[in-house]
């Protein structure tokens, strides 16, 4: 539902023009699915617990720290193995990782809002109400059943992982039963997970609390970790509470850049159309162009380092590069941009992204990247120029910003900043059941 939003544009003792746009409705509670209190607590001591992970040293928040707006503030991330926070993120003498992460680490705002479908930017868990999971997954139904929701769900990969949390080959129980491909069931690595919180009394203690079926003797499986954390998620992260949602309540009307901001966002230059909606994501896929770094998306056996993208999971052709809509939620805090986080100036990326494949040939390399030393070259697509003009193919044509274009949309893009999700609700907790240390 659209409600048709007009304002006036003043400068000085000039006459005010006035622009008209069609704007969503404002968010509401029925967006979101309900959230237990207790649930979420527990969710959070989980979150931030490198117990998850196989070495112990890396926790989901590692890589999604609420310092740098639920990212990690790279380019692409260091994960299991490496240390500290953000650009600080480095690796050591031991357990050096092996690859760096190959795409950016996204955002975690209103990922509890029904809205949001599809997870990952190639969009491989998917709500398919079909399937009697209820998800479609690269996995199969009797893989995946128990968890609550997609947001649920996702974190059963980075957690089998060897480059995000897992660990690698033979360095502990769950990588190597990641490695030999014992995933579910009796021995599997969620199985692994779920006793080592099982076996943390206060852990054991809360989720027989939040969760009856364990308080009455079932075992803790690895989906009622994952449902605890989604359910803190969805509620640390909510974020209706910018300008814009202001304006969306006619509340606050946007004004001066904001508002000639919105009226190119909103009309002639379209953005619109896949930032669509109150949450300004479409949920669909789209090839834009965006530079691919880092080791990308193939197999390790595999020579290239292209991320093609939906065609992964998909398989047809016309999906290549193509990646899904990211909602622009505090996009001003979320840097580095694009799937591979190509680049670390919003208002270049936007000019880029407008230009579409015609903007490869002037990138400007303007990462944020720790040092990791014999690995995949990060710059092996971008370097190859039959690789970049196949982007490009994909992408087709763009359009050109100017300077003062550019500017409004920073001044409307800022209004979508949420100073209570970006705050966070909870917070960091002091210390988590497992005794390991937390990341602060």
């Not at 639920?70 to 299991?80: A, Q, R, V, Y």
């Not at 075992?219 to 640390?236: H, K, W």
């Not at 991320?307 to 939620?329: I, K, N, Q, W």
Request: aromatic letters at 8%; a negative charge; proline letters at 8%.
């Amino acid at each position: 539902m659209l409600s048709r939003f007009v304002i006036a544009v003043g400068l000085g003792l000039l006459a005010a023009p006035v622009f008209a746009w069609d704007l969503p409705a404002p968010i509401t509670n029925d967006d979101y699915a309900p959230v237990d209190s207790a649930e979420a607590a527990l969710g959070r001591d989980l979150f931030y617990d490198p117990i998850l992970s196989g070495n112990r040293n890396i926790a989901c928040a590692s890589c999604h720290h609420p310092r740098f707006a639920t990212s990690d503030g790279l380019s692409l991330g260091l994960g299991e193995g490496a240390v500290g926070l953000g650009p600080q993120r480095h690796i050591t003498d031991t357990n050096i990782p092996e690859q760096r992460v190959p795409r950016n680490s996204p955002a975690l705002f209103n990922l509890g809002a029904h809205a949001f479908t599809r997870l990952f930017d190639d969009g491989r868990i998917e709500a398919d109400p079909t399937r009697p999971s209820g998800l479609r997954t690269p996995m199969e139904d009797e893989m995946v059943s128990g968890f609550a929701s997609v947001l649920s769900a996702q974190t059963m990969f980075p957690v089998l992982s060897p480059d995000e949390m897992a660990g690698h080959y033979s360095e502990n129980e769950i990588s190597k039963a990641v490695r030999s491909g014992r995933i579910t069931g009796p021995g599997g690595a969620w199985d692994k997970i779920a006793a080592r919180v099982a076996g943390v009394p206060d852990y054991a203690n809360r989720f027989g609390l939040v969760y009856p079926e364990i308080a009455a003797g079932r075992a803790l499986d690895f989906t009622d970790i994952s449902n605890a954390i989604a359910a803190f998620v969805a509620y640390e992260w909510r974020s209706d509470q910018s300008p814009f949602d202001a304006a969306l309540r006619h509340e606050t009307p946007l004004a001066g850049q904001a508002a000639v901001g919105a009226q190119m966002f909103y009309g002639d230059l379209g953005c619109a159309r896949c930032h669509s909606g109150p949450f300004l994501s479409d949920q669909a896929f789209h090839a834009m162009g965006a530079p691919q770094i880092g080791p990308g998306k193939a197999e390790r056996f595999e020579s290239h380092s292209l991320d093609e993208g939906r065609m992964r999971v998909t398989g047809r052709h016309e999906d290549r590069f193509a990646f899904r809509t990211p909602s622009l939620r505090n996009v001003l805090q979320t840097g580095p941009w694009g799937h591979a986080g190509a680049h670390d100036d919003l208002r270049v990326f936007l000019a880029d992204h407008a230009a579409r494949g015609a903007a490869l040939a002037g990138y400007q390399r303007a990462v944020i990247l720790p040092v990791l030393p014999n690995t995949k070259p990060d710059w092996a697509v971008m370097e190859d120029p039959t690789q970049v003009a196949d982007i490009a193919a994909a992408a087709g044509k763009g359009i050109t910003l100017t300077p003062p274009q550019i500017e409004a949309l920073m001044a409307f893009l800022a209004t979508l900043s949420d100073p209570v999700a970006l705050q966070g609700r909870m917070g960091i907790p002091a210390t988590v059941p497992s005794g390991l240390p937390v990341d602060r």
